[in-house]
């Protein structure tokens, strides 16, 4: 079978990533995190797993809704705006769902927002009835405005989006936004976010008939022990009974301290997973309230 056949019934899972841009490095990390090795192909199209039965297909970010759907990739890291985007324009031309959103994996962050001119004063949806929206996201901006009960022209553009107001082309804009920076850059102005998006696993709304059903059990168990842990520590300190209170007090992200050993007297040694930022402040908040010797541990993967 070649790499790229579209089988109906196959032994190895096969996950599209986006082939360079804001999401390849930490797709492939958190996939590496997942105990996923592969041999890169010379054209490094396609990437044969190692460790597992799992493939890599190295793809334009575009193209990932469109893999899914036609079954040639089971899985697919993409952003939910490019997600949402294509289940949309699927929808709207009475096609059904092919693929779902399976984890949000917490990178890639960025927001669907409508951007103005900064001169205008933004009193709400109903202002935009009769003007011009340039957008690379026609079906998601299209569905929210129907949803707003609003009537604006959808101007379809595939890039260079936020020069279109001072063009022109449109009135206002509809993009990606994540600092800003290119908005003020072009005098715009972020007023009203459509979607929140990161990137996110999507996979088929169908379930697998073959071997690839327990390979998928298998990756989707080790990417949530992956995800849970991603910021979490374990947090390892000495402390009085009578400060415990307080300690838990300060640590509200954390799991219920464990007692690892103490004797009646004496201080306790106490250990808990923090899943929130331990930063330095915290650490010496801690301290002033009791704790002693605290240590923190990186946490590398767990079956909980
Ligand atoms: P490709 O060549 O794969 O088509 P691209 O130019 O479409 O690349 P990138 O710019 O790398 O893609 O963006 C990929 C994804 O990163 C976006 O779809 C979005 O989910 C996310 N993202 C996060 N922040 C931003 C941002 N500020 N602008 C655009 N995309 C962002
Ligand atoms: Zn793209």
Redesign the pocket.
Known sequence: MTPLSNGTSRDRLRIAI???????EPARALLSACGLSWRESRDKLFCYGESLPVDLLL????DIPGLIADGVCDFGV?????LNEQAGARQSIGLPAAYQELRALGF???RLMLAVPEAWQWSGPEQLQGTRIATSYPAILAQWLQEQGVQASVVELSGSVEIAPKLGTADLICD????GA?LAANQLKPVQTLLE???VLAGPVRRFEDQRAQLAAMLLRRMDGVLKLKDSKLLMFRAERATVAELTRLLPDAEPLTTLAGSEEGPLSLQTMCHGAVTWQRLEELERAGAQGLMVLSVERSLA
């Open positions: 986006q082939k360079s841009g804001r999401l390849a793809v334009r970010d575009d993409v952003g939910r705006n490019e890639g962050g960025c990606l936004v994540s600092s290119t998006s990161e990137a």
